[in-house]
């Protein structure tokens, strides 16, 4: 876990560098917006990224992953994938944009060696049930353009982990690749990156 100031700063600054098509400006005025919990939000309720500002850490993480990903020699001479870098900035930082306004903050009591004791947790509460990768794609389209292979890398960010037929979910990824490419570059971000035992 790492400053949630800092990485707010560092998500504004690669979003301004990379991302400067119509509607670029709005969409990161509403992020920045009391409308939006983007950059205090957690990643999950218990999994990666579970505390405040874990999910605009996440983003970045997934933005430095894929950006590692893409930038691999058999990657870009044996696949040929080769993308701007306002999609692969796109694509990573707003992937996950079907989490904003999603977790709510409660307490439970819990008992400890000292005794029961109050603790925050995090509740799950979806106000727009619109799916997780199609959300995301909503949420963008209501500010900016998408082109067809960044739409389809945020739809089918989640690879086999979602609960999608799976043929559907291989013909996604076959036939747009970025699609594959932010899938990895997620699972490496939440299962290696942000992964507490992994980590200790």
């Known amino acids: 876990m790492t400053d949630s100031a800092e990485n707010k700063r560092k998500f504004i600054e690669i979003f301004n560098e990379n991302i400067k098509r119509p509607g670029a400006e709005r969409l990161l005025g509403w992020l920045e917006s009391d409308g939006s919990d983007f950059f205090a939000a957690p990643a999950s309720t218990k999994y990666h990224g579970a505390y405040e500002g874990g999910l605009c850490e996440h983003s970045l993480n997934v933005y430095y992953c894929l950006k590692a990903y893409l930038a691999r020699e058999r990657v870009k001479n044996e696949y040929g994938l080769d993308y701007s870098e306002e999609t692969i900035a796109i694509t990573a930082l707003l992937h996950d944009l079907c989490k904003i306004n999603l977790y709510k903050t409660s307490t439970r009591n819990v008992k400890t060696e000292n005794g029961w004791q109050t603790v925050p947790y995090y509740t799950f509460e979806e106000e727009l049930p619109y799916g997780h990768g199609e959300k995301s ?64």
């Open 137 to 200: 794609v909503y949420i963008v389209s209501g500010f900016m353009r998408l082109t067809r292979d960044e739409a389809m890398a945020i739809r089918w960010h989640m690879g086999f982990s979602g609960e999608e037929n799976i043929n559907t979910i291989g013909n996604a990824l076959e036939r747009f690749p970025l699609a594959l490419a932010v899938n990895i570059a997620d699972m490496e971000a939440t299962f290696y990156m942000e992964n507490d035992k992994k980590k200790g």
